[in-house]
């Protein structure tokens, strides 16, 4: 590992101000995802700001009825919230079919929505990744690609957002608060959060630099069934093939989130008018335009068939 340097932030606007201030440096909470990185030098920052003692820890009423979730709040803990179980069960589902207990307890709100790709291209550090390194080429192009993207992809990068989380975050209509290293506050849509690849897939969200996640924020309760499936090799401890975040109501409309096909989770709300007619019209026309490899091209039909079963299940 490389060697850094280290503070503990006394205040968001602080840690943003220092972050902006000090050449690559990174916050740290959890550390889940970012310790890996470092160990393998995927990587480098040369200086971490420990955010832990920040006061983002909470999950509180909003006035229109809402929740605002603290940057800092556990996995395990918003799961387990009685308030997000009961209003936002969409969100417990997902956060409970992620990683494992142990991650769960470490793994903070602001963290899971900025893990990186689990991509096995952007791991190995002795293959080309734009992700990693940008313009070197991207070997899972034309290599094994059965985990990477159908949709949204582009001649630069295929892999895949890795959350669960994410994906109920885009059905529940998401807000992301940041403070600037002006201590300026900002409000980001969480359809606008993660970004497509394009040419610049190393840029994964729209943060600039120095700018701290605060807390996301939820809209009034919706109703409705709200269903996470997630299709995976094996029971735990997995990322997603493909997974399907929904929120149905009797009427037959709702909204659909997808995760494990693209860039960032995957919605299309004029897909969602589909939703009366069924999984297969739901499917056409949210995937219109989709580019899979011959490795991931079964994807398709799963999105169909995971949609279908959670729609069954919704509608009892």
């Known amino acids: 590992m490389k060697s850094f340097t280290y503070e503990r932030a006394k205040s968001p606007a602080e840690a943003a101000a220092s972050a902006a201030r000090v050449a690559d440096a990174k916050f740290i909470a959890g ?13 480098t920052p040369k200086h971490l700001i420990d955010v832990n003692s920040l006061s983002l820890d909470r999950i509180e009423p909003l006035p229109d009825g809402g929740l605002r979730i603290g940057a800092l709040v556990r996995n395990t803990d918003l799961a387990a919230d009685q308030r997000i179980r009961r209003d936002y069960a969409l969100l417990s589902r997902a956060l409970v079919a992620g990683a494992s207990g142990q ?21 190995d550090t002795n293959q080309p990744c734009n992700k990693r390194q940008p313009g070197s080429g991207c ?42 290293p002006d201590g300026t506050i900002r409000r980001i849509a969480i359809a606008d959060f993660h970004r497509l690849p394009g040419d610049t897939p ?16 939820l809209p009034k309760p ?5 269903i996470y499936r997630k299709v995976r090799d094996r029971a735990s401890y997995a990322f ?10 009797r009427d037959g409309s709702g909204c659909v989130a997808v995760g494990g096909i693209a860039h960032k989770p995957w919605r299309l709300e004029a897909a969602e008018a589909e939703m009366p007619r069924g999984a297969k019209a739901v ?4 995937l219109a335009g989709a580019n899979p ?12 068939r995971t949609l279908g079963a959670v729609l069954t299940e919704a509608r009892g």
């Open 31 to 43: 550390g889940t995802n970012l310790l890996d990185l470092m160990k393998l030098q995927i990587e």
């Open 103 to 123: 991650l769960r307890n470490k793994a903070t709100t602001a963290g899971n929505l900025l893990q990186r790709t689990r991509c096995p291209y952007f791991y």
């Open 139 to 180: 070997a899972a192009i034309g290599g094994i690609s059965r985990q990477h993207a159908v949709i949204g992809s582009s001649e630069a990068c295929i892999a895949t957002n890795p959350g669960d989380m994410a994906v109920a975050m885009r059905a529940l209509d998401a807000t992301v608060e940041t403070v600037r």
């Open 202 to 217: 190393h840029q994964e969200t729209v943060l600039s630099s120095g700018e701290l996640i605060t807390a996301v924020t």
């Open 222 to 226: 919706v109703g409705g069934a709200q």
């Open 240 to 249: 997603a093939l493909v997974s399907v975040g929904a929120i149905v109501h």
């Open 283 to 286: 499917a056409t026309r949210l």
């Open 293 to 304: 490899t011959k490795d991931n091209i079964f994807k398709l039909t799963l999105v169909e």
